[in-house]
């Protein structure tokens, strides 16, 4: 009897252990899933900037989880391969193709380096050549292809130093480029010490420094020393034509280097101690200064201290000298704006912002510039009689374009555009710009700014119809050249010559995959460049269509209805449907009920769509409307609960009464702040059958500093922080939630944690629950493995609990 006693005890304990953690490898969906995961990808192109020539750049499939796994470094908010010395999570290109715009067969490069994994392609001013990088088992090497001979070399070894984000290379000139290298002589990494030489103290003196939440933070004095080794790089010239290099200045951790337009200086970034273990690398201290191609420095514009005191607020800035840049159209003229309200949003002032210049040799005074009543959003350079001012403000979500003489800027702006950005119907698009002289982008107009070009997405009641309008300056009238017209959705690429109305654009519809026209705006002509087929044919038939219904307070809602290929509504009935959504705030109703996408544009899959769906007898309704509206005073988040019902009740009852949707069989789910959604209207609401939520943020008490939109601290709505928490809630989810995460999520906010917790949270008040961590996995999933385990466990999760839902649940 003991021995059956303790054979008992035995199973029950492996059945528990068994529920509780289930050891399986990696698992692959139905077939038909993953043969569309599989899918071979769509080339990505690119054009000269003289629009002779197209690069098609061949896009490999989903990387293995061995090299998603490789080891990374995670330093001061970045994440570093030590092998390579660059970022240890970026995609890459595997081939390069050339063909002429004009016409003529493709022209494979010759001599490109084997197994490439090509990385920051980019075109020299003329576009005589292609740079790019390529990614090798020794580290990263600079390449470079001569268009006229299709032919690639190589031009440095595998020293280019890509650990910072952005580009590590940029032209010089046709000939040149400034790299950043290894220092040479660099020595081995720093090793971790076995026995602690201290605690790690941080203190602060009764000053008020409220930060977000980031993720991969320094933490002690060897993450110091470890992003020291990694970042700091030496920046040379190397001459493409006539071979070798030579280097500019000392070696540093350069945040961010670009040259003059005439070539002739550098615009340097450089990181200065002390570092900081509560904010990412970007608001450590900094120096911003003009260096000569000898790496002198010419002038420092700036020496910004540590930056983790801003004010509160999105709109808050730091004081000072910020986002410096050279004026485009002039040969070498530094630009910056300072707050005049000591980046304080919660300041009343009349003038928020200014700009300022210095030409070279910037030996003299900075010159005073215009003035923005908003915050600085940017600016669009033409010529000394002619730029474009760009200003906002997010509280208001307003919106200012302006134009002003940049040779008389005590004349002022003149407001172009005064929109709030929430209004995409009334958009007027984007001024369209040409390559200058130096390679630089200004205003394309042809008669000395009298007339502007702008293209847009042109979003309608009838979906997204992109355009192309002429602006008269002086009357500020716009006339339309060119819409997108159903059943195609078209949009412009690049414009070849806009005078004589020729321009390349990407064409689609509802069946057709995307390709590539040369489209004359005079006569309608419209030659085809490219051919790709289409990657999902498994998916066609599917059936397509924008279902437009209203919340019960009147807001009008859309989302975008997916039917199985051969579904009859009449024969089939209501289908067992998948809700995916992400929601968003807004200041006004009437923007929150404006339509966005378009019913023409071609079926996308990517690793996380719910479309897969519909090979397995899904309906799919997606990026279906999810407003959270606080008009003029009012914040949207104190009634978000209530409007994600609202939302996900109007949903339903449309396409219940459609007859598509069986409303026992319905599944919502999301990823990120849609996870967040899906696991609130679980915890009030019963709508659903069951729920899927995706590298999600469940307590916000977690977040505590700001979250998503919301810029109040949880001390000032606790009850907001509180209620807005699925995770003060556990004990009212009675739906079943499929939560996944990744293993190394680095997005702000959504630690691993706050799946765990949640899970156990959930698991103690007996919910039906599973919990699914993606091993080395970041807030995206890359893996071919990863990915295929995570469509896996959705199909498990939808076929149990809602395809086959029990008559009594």
């Given at each position: 009897?003991?021995?059956?006693?303790?054979?008992?005890?035995?199973?029950?304990?492996?059945?528990?252990?068994?529920?509780?953690?289930?050891p399986?490898?990696?698992?692959?969906?139905?077939?038909?899933?993953?043969?569309?995961?599989?899918?071979?990808?769509?080339?990505?192109?690119?054009?000269?900037?003289?629009?002779?020539?197209?690069?098609?750049?061949?896009?490999?499939?989903?990387?293995?989880?061995?090299?998603?796994?490789?080891?990374?470094?995670?330093?001061?908010?970045?994440?570093?391969?030590?092998?390579?010395?660059?970022?240890?999570?970026?995609?890459?290109?595997?081939?390069?193709?050339?063909?002429?715009?004009?016409?003529?067969?493709?022209?494979?490069?010759?001599?490109?380096?084997?197994?490439?994994?090509?990385?920051?392609v980019?075109?020299?001013p003329?576009?005589?050549?292609?740079?790019?990088?390529?990614?090798?088992?020794?580290?990263?090497?600079?390449?470079?292809?001569?268009?006229?001979?299709?032919?690639?070399?190589?031009?440095?070894?595998?020293?280019?130093?890509?650990?910072?984000?952005?580009?590590?290379?940029?032209w010089?000139?046709?000939?040149?480029?400034?790299?950043?290298?290894?220092?040479?002589?660099?020595?081995?990494?720093?090793?971790?010490?076995?026995?602690?030489?201290?605690?790690?103290?941080?203190?602060?003196?009764?000053?008020?420094?409220?930060?977000?939440?980031?993720?991969?933070?320094?933490?002690?004095?060897?993450?110091?020393?470890l992003?020291?080794?990694?970042?700091?790089?030496?920046?040379?010239?190397?001459?493409?034509?006539?071979?070798?290099?030579?280097?500019?200045?000392?070696?540093?951790?350069?945040?961010?280097?670009?040259?003059?337009?005439?070539?002739?200086?550098?615009?340097?970034?450089?990181?200065?101690?002390?570092?900081?273990?509560?904010?990412?690398?970007?608001?450590?201290?900094?120096?911003?200064?003009?260096?000569?191609?000898?790496?002198?420095?010419?002038?420092?514009i700036?020496?910004?201290?540590?930056?983790?005191?801003?004010?509160?607020?999105?709109?808050?800035?730091p004081?000072?000298?910020?986002?410096?840049?050279?004026?485009?159209?002039?040969?070498?003229?530094?630009?910056w704006?300072?707050?005049?309200?000591?980046?304080?949003?919660?300041?009343?002032?009349?003038?928020?912002?200014?700009?300022?210049?210095?030409?070279?040799?910037?030996?003299?005074?900075?010159?005073?510039?215009?003035?923005?009543s908003?915050?600085?959003?940017?600016?669009?350079?033409?010529?000394?009689?002619?730029?474009?001012?760009?200003?906002?403000?997010?509280?208001?979500?307003?919106?200012?374009?302006?134009?002003?003489?940049?040779?008389?800027?005590?004349?002022?702006?003149?407001?172009?555009?005064?929109?709030?950005?929430?209004?995409?119907?009334?958009?007027?698009?984007?001024?369209?710009?040409?390559?200058?002289?130096?390679?630089?982008?200004?205003?394309?107009?042809?008669?000395?700014?009298?007339?502007?070009?702008?293209?847009?997405?042109?979003?309608?009641p009838?979906?997204?119809?992109?355009?192309?309008?002429?602006?008269?300056?002086?009357?500020?009238?716009?006339?339309?050249l060119?819409?997108?017209?159903?059943?195609?959705?078209?949009?412009?690429?690049?414009?070849?010559?806009?005078?004589?109305?020729?321009?390349?654009?990407?064409?689609?519809?509802?069946?057709?995959?995307?390709?590539?026209?040369?489209?004359?705006?005079?006569?309608?002509?419209?030659?085809?460049?490219?051919?790709?087929?289409?990657?999902?044919?498994?998916?066609?038939?599917?059936?397509?269509?924008?279902?437009?219904?209203?919340?019960?307070?009147?807001?009008?809602?859309?989302?975008?209805?997916?039917?199985?290929?051969?579904?009859?509504?009449?024969?089939?009935?209501?289908?067992?449907?998948?809700?995916?959504?992400?929601?968003?705030?807004?200041?006004s109703?009437?923007?929150?009920?404006?339509?966005?996408?378009?019913?023409?544009?071609?079926?996308?899959?990517?690793?996380?769509?719910?479309?897969?769906?519909?090979t397995?007898?899904y309906?799919?309704?997606?990026?279906?409307?999810?407003?959270?509206?606080?008009?003029g005073?009012?914040?949207?988040?104190?009634?978000?609960?209530?409007?994600?019902?609202?939302?996900?009740?109007?949903?339903?009852?449309?396409?219940?009464?459609?007859?598509?949707?069986?409303?026992?069989?319905?599944?919502?789910?999301?990823?990120?702040?849609?996870?967040?959604?899906?696991?609130?209207?679980?915890?009030?609401?019963?709508?659903?059958?069951?729920?899927?939520?995706?590298?999600?943020?469940?307590?916000?008490?977690?977040?505590?500093?700001?979250?998503?939109?919301?810029?109040?601290?949880?001390?000032?709505?606790?009850?907001?922080?509180?209620?807005?928490?699925?995770?003060?809630?556990?004990?009212?989810?009675?739906?079943?939630?499929?939560?996944?995460?990744?293993?190394?999520?680095?997005?702000?906010?959504?630690?691993?944690?706050?799946?765990?917790?949640?899970?156990?949270?959930?698991?103690?008040?007996?919910?039906?629950?599973?919990?699914?961590?993606?091993?080395?996995?970041?807030?995206?999933?890359r893996?071919?493995?990863?990915?295929?385990?995570?469509?896996?466990?959705?199909?498990?999760?939808?076929?149990?609990?809602?395809?086959?839902?029990?008559?009594?649940?």
């Amino acid at each position: 009897m003991q021995k059956q006693l303790a054979l008992f005890f035995l199973l029950a304990v492996s059945a528990l252990t068994l529920y509780a953690q289930e050891p399986i490898g990696y698992q692959t969906p139905p077939a038909a899933i993953t043969a569309l995961i599989d899918a071979p990808a769509t080339p990505g192109l690119s054009f000269s900037p003289d629009r002779k020539w197209m690069l098609l750049l061949e896009q490999p499939g989903f990387p293995s989880i061995e090299e998603v796994a490789e080891p990374e470094m995670r330093l001061a908010g970045i994440r570093i391969n030590p092998r390579t010395n660059g970022p240890s999570r970026s995609g890459y290109t595997t081939g390069l193709t050339l063909k002429s715009v004009s016409g003529g067969v493709e022209r494979p490069i010759q001599r490109m380096p084997a197994g490439a994994k090509i990385q920051s392609v980019s075109w020299s001013p003329d576009g005589s050549k292609i740079a790019f990088l390529n990614v090798d088992e020794q580290g990263i090497a600079l390449w470079t292809i001569d268009v006229a001979t299709a032919t690639a070399r190589m031009q440095t070894r595998s020293s280019v130093n890509a650990a910072m984000p952005g580009s590590p290379y940029l032209w010089l000139d046709n000939d040149r480029i400034v790299c950043a290298m290894i220092p040479a002589g660099r020595g081995a990494a720093p090793v971790a010490p076995i026995t602690p030489v201290g605690p790690v103290v941080q203190a602060n003196e009764g000053k008020a420094a409220p930060v977000r939440t980031f993720q991969d933070l320094l933490a002690n004095a060897h993450d110091e020393a470890l992003f020291e080794h990694y970042a700091t790089a030496q920046l040379a010239v190397v001459d493409i034509t006539k071979g070798g290099r030579v280097e500019i200045g000392a070696p540093g951790i350069f945040t961010n280097f670009s040259t003059s337009p005439d070539g002739n200086y550098l615009l340097v970034t450089t990181l200065k101690k002390p570092f900081s273990y509560i904010v990412p690398y970007a608001r450590f201290p900094q120096q911003t200064a003009v260096w000569n191609l000898q790496g002198q420095s010419v002038k420092v514009i700036v020496e910004k201290p540590l930056m983790d005191n801003l004010p509160q607020g999105f709109d808050a800035v730091p004081t000072g000298p910020r986002s410096f840049s050279w004026r485009s159209d002039a040969p070498a003229s530094l630009y910056w704006v300072e707050a005049q309200d000591e980046g304080n949003p919660r300041k009343e002032a009349a003038v928020r912002d200014k700009m300022f210049y210095l030409d070279a040799p910037f030996s003299g005074q900075p010159k005073e510039g215009i003035s923005f009543s908003l915050r600085y959003r940017g600016v669009s350079w033409g010529s000394d009689n002619l730029a474009l001012a760009y200003e906002g403000w997010w509280q208001s979500r307003q919106q200012i374009t302006s134009a002003w003489q940049p040779a008389n800027d005590a004349a002022g702006k003149e407001v172009l555009f005064d929109r709030s950005t929430e209004d995409r119907y009334n958009d007027p698009g984007s001024f369209v710009t040409e390559l200058n002289k130096y390679g630089r982008s200004v205003l394309l107009t042809p008669d000395k700014g009298k007339t502007f070009y702008l293209a847009g997405q042109g979003a309608s009641p009838e979906g997204n119809r992109p355009f192309i309008d002429r602006m008269e300056r002086s009357t500020k009238k716009t006339t339309r050249l060119w819409r997108s017209e159903a059943p195609y959705y078209e949009s412009p690429v690049a414009f070849v010559d806009l005078a004589k109305g020729v321009l390349i654009t990407r064409r689609e519809s509802a069946t057709e995959p995307p390709n590539y026209y040369l489209r004359n705006l005079n006569n309608a002509d419209l030659k085809p460049l490219t051919n790709f087929a289409n990657p999902y044919e498994a998916l066609s038939g599917a059936k397509k269509e924008l279902t437009r219904y209203k919340r019960a307070d009147g807001v009008e809602m859309t989302g975008t209805l997916y039917l199985p290929a051969g579904y009859d509504k009449q024969k089939d009935g209501p289908l067992p449907m998948l809700m995916w959504a992400y929601p968003r705030e807004f200041k006004s109703a009437d923007a929150a009920g404006q339509v966005s996408g378009s019913p023409y544009q071609f079926i996308r899959l990517n690793w996380g769509s719910p479309l897969y769906w519909l090979t397995q007898g899904y309906a799919v309704f997606d990026d279906f409307s999810m407003p959270i509206i606080g008009e003029g005073d009012a914040e949207p988040n104190e009634t978000f609960v209530a409007q994600l019902r609202d939302n996900a009740e109007a949903a339903i009852n449309a396409l219940v009464g459609m007859g598509v949707a069986d409303r026992r069989r319905i599944a919502v789910g999301g990823h990120s702040y849609g996870a967040f959604m899906t696991a609130n209207l679980l915890a009030h609401t019963d709508l659903f059958a069951a729920g899927i939520a995706r590298s999600g943020a469940y307590n916000r008490t977690l977040t505590p500093f700001g979250f998503q939109a919301e810029e109040r601290t949880y001390w000032q709505a606790p009850e907001v922080y509180y209620n807005l928490s699925p995770f003060n809630f556990a004990d009212k989810i009675k739906t079943p939630i499929l939560l996944i995460h990744g293993e190394a999520d680095n997005n702000s906010g959504t630690f691993p944690i706050q799946s765990e917790r949640f899970y156990a949270a959930l698991k103690g008040h007996g919910a039906t629950a599973r919990y699914v961590v993606l091993p080395a996995e970041s807030h995206g999933y890359r893996a071919r493995e990863s990915v295929l385990h995570c469509l896996w466990e959705m199909d498990q999760w939808l076929d149990k609990h809602v395809k086959n839902r029990r008559e009594t649940q």
